[in-house]
């Protein structure tokens, strides 16, 4: 026979638990737990809080909510190795507050609908599911597992890892110090200050991310995604929305669809886009995209890019690492590159303006442009097109030894230096008495040497 402070004892076996003893129907009472390892509190509803006991005894306390009216009891239960506080047989689940002290060593199950659930301070494992709940748990010791359907859920702090499937639910977490696994539907999910592996499966609904240092697995499927001050390793499959900020993670990123907003990347992107449109500003590190179908910006480069193409439209102003871009189909834009391009395209027209470096563009497109504002020595440029005309435009006061073809067209030139031959498919010469770099160009269609800052 179990010691119970407080309590009148009933043994008895009811009929909804076969192998368990009933130890006493009560509004409230101590226990002291024998061999059991966890309590379980289910078929309740109203505010329930769960604390840590200041002594070795279980102690609970069931209350009307009101200012009036009869205490609700509860029924205490022992079933194999586990306490089970519950409304009464043959009672309905009337609201009540309920009051639990929890002593070390007991882990915590708690299965309620429509309630009101407030953990705190537990050294065991907490297990809670149900529907509709106003839950808030903070500094569980252990792990902590959550499945809830509807409602509301704050979940802070904790020494473990967690869990939780949510449906149709608001869910915060800050602060686990173990890994945290989410599976979440038509939910709003926010996650700050991890310092473990983040993994995210989510259908509908938002995700966010904030200070986040132990890196990320999200599988993203019709949810929208807010990624801040994130680190580690972060790979995202997605066919949402995306907007990523001040992030030093290796982000590597498969989106199919969506859209792209993302600011200051302190860490390596490596980014695959199916359709949709990107927005990228401040790379600090050395990135890689491929685009199909797809509409890519990027401002301010700080390292080496790669970019792969297939139908797409890119945008790149303001590189500072050498840029290597390779596309069929589309368009291609790159503004004040301060280090090397290199460019092959195909089917894909070309734009270079600002250039204060080499260029090297082989092409089988209608147009390339090119316009430089500086000319160092050692910057050595061949632009081909074997589809169409080339256009490269050399600022007054730069200088380079030029030599230029066109195969089908003709050569204009800006540059009186500029010696074209007799049939107007060939011209050579030194612009500004300098012999270096070197420009060699080759046109398909027609060539136009201009003198300016910019491409026409």
Not at 27 to 46: F, K, S
Not at 171 to 190: F, I, Q, R, Y
Not at 398 to 419: D, F, K, M, V
Request: proline share 4%; glycine share 12%.
């Amino acid at each position: 026979m179990k010691r119970v402070a407080g309590l009148c004892l009933a043994l008895a076996a009811s009929p909804a638990f076969a192998d368990a003893t009933l130890l006493a129907e009560e509004t409230r009472g101590a226990l002291e737990p024998y061999d059991e390892h966890t309590l379980r509190i289910e078929g309740v509803r109203g505010e329930i809080a769960v604390r840590p006991a200041d002594t070795e005894m279980l102690r609970f306390a069931s209350m009307s909510p009101g200012e009036r009216g009869e205490d609700p009891p509860l029924a205490l239960w022992s079933e194999g190795g586990r306490l089970i506080l519950r409304a009464p047989e043959g009672e309905s689940a009337r609201p009540r507050t309920l009051w639990v002290a929890v002593p070390d060593g007991l882990s915590v199950e708690i299965a309620v609908d429509q309630s009101k659930v407030v953990v705190a301070g537990l050294e065991g494992r907490l297990d809670v599911e149900g529907r509709a709940l106003d839950l808030s748990t903070s500094r569980i010791a252990d792990d902590v597992v959550v499945r809830m359907e509807g409602g509301t859920a704050k979940l802070q702090g904790g020494g473990g890892n967690l869990s939780l499937e949510a449906r149709d639910a608001a869910v915060t977490v800050s602060g686990p110090a173990g890994s945290l696994d989410a599976e979440v539907e038509e939910s709003t999910l926010e996650i700050r200050n991890c310092s473990e592996v983040v993994r995210v499966e989510a259908e509908g609904g938002t995700v966010t991310i904030r200070e986040a240092r132990g890196g990320a697995e999200l599988q993203l499927r019709g949810a929208s995604l807010t990624l801040e001050s994130v680190g580690g390793i972060v790979r995202i499959e997605t066919d949402g929305d995306v907007t990523l900020a001040d992030n030093t993670a290796q982000l590597r990123l498969e989106s199919w669809g969506g859209s792209i907003d993302g600011a200051r990347f302190d860490g390596a992107l490596d980014l695959k886009l199916e359709g949709g449109v990107a927005k990228l500003a401040t790379l600090a590190a050395a990135s890689r995209i491929e685009a199909n179908d797809a509409e890519v910006d990027v401002v301010n480069v700080a390292e080496p890019l790669e970019v792969v193409l297939w139908g797409s439209r890119l945008g790149v102003t303001n590189a500072g690492g050498p840029l290597k871009i390779e596309a069929e189909g589309g368009a291609v834009t790159v503004a004040d590159p301060k280090s090397t391009v290199e460019i092959t395209a195909r089917n894909a027209d070309v734009a270079v303006s600002g250039a204060k470096g080499a260029v090297q563009v082989v092409a089988d497109s209608a147009n390339v442009t090119v316009a430089w504002t500086s000319l160092p020595p050692e910057a050595n440029s061949r632009i081909v097109n074997s589809g169409g005309d080339v256009t490269v435009s050399i600022p007054a006061g730069q200088g380079c030894w030029l030599t230029g073809r066109a195969r089908r067209g003709w050569i204009e030139s800006q540059h009186p230096e500029i010696r074209i031959g007799d049939d107007g498919s060939q011209a050579s010469g030194s612009i500004g008495r300098r012999r270096r770099p070197t420009l060699d160009l080759d046109a398909e269609g027609s060539l136009y040497i201009l003198s300016g800052t910019r491409a026409r």
